[in-house]
């Protein structure tokens, strides 16, 4: 039997998206695919996977935008696939928050403000506190409420949050959606048996 990759689903594909979850996945000793950037996203689920199956070692993180598109853009219909190929074990999902509040929603597990505190409450673009409990306006979450994932953790602008999440600081939002991540799916404890 095929051993699953382990990745990990992000609804971001901007340039700053890129440069945060590439920092985070050397940090944690994964892979982010590197083609998957886009806004909106370029390539399909079939080539995804293709790129997922070829990385040396997982967490294998893959970047999905929409670029705003209202209903299941080309970054939701690549990331269903991905999440659903039978070769693919999805760890989680990072949600990213946009100002998009007439648009798409989904429901999250937590969510991470701009400060690095935990909420149950949902946050914006900005990283800060809506006043909605377990769920956030974004681009590229439409189909997120279909996927049944370990856990998805909300977060506002990858790399930016007026700041807070800049790669020259670490990227600590993202860093820390990370290892929430990696913590709840059980990774740790899977690769220490493995």
Known sequence: MEQKRKVILVTDG?????KAVQHAAKHIGGRCISQSQGNPSLLTGQKL??????????PVFVLFD??????????ERALLY???????????VIAVASK??????????VCIDRFGELTEFGIDKYGLQELEIG?????????LDQLDV??????GDIGKM??????????????KAVEIILERSGYYDRANTD
């Not at 929409?66 to 970054?75: L, N, R």
């Not at 769920?135 to 189909?143: E, F, Q």
């Open 14 to 18: 901007d340039e700053y998206a890129h």
């Open 49 to 58: 996977v293709q790129l997922i199956l070829q990385t040396p070692y997982d």
């Open 66 to 75: 929409d670029c705003g598109y209202i209903g299941e853009g080309a970054g």
């Open 82 to 92: 991905v999440a659903n190929h039978t070769q693919v074990d999805v760890l989680g």
């Open 100 to 109: 998009s509040h007439q648009s798409e929603w989904t429901k999250v597990d």
């Open 135 to 143: 769920r956030i306006n974004g681009d590229t979450v439409y189909c």
């Open 150 to 155: 370990p856990i998805v953790v909300g977060v």
């Open 162 to 175: 007026a700041g807070r999440d800049d790669i020259k600081k670490g990227c600590p939002i993202t860093l």
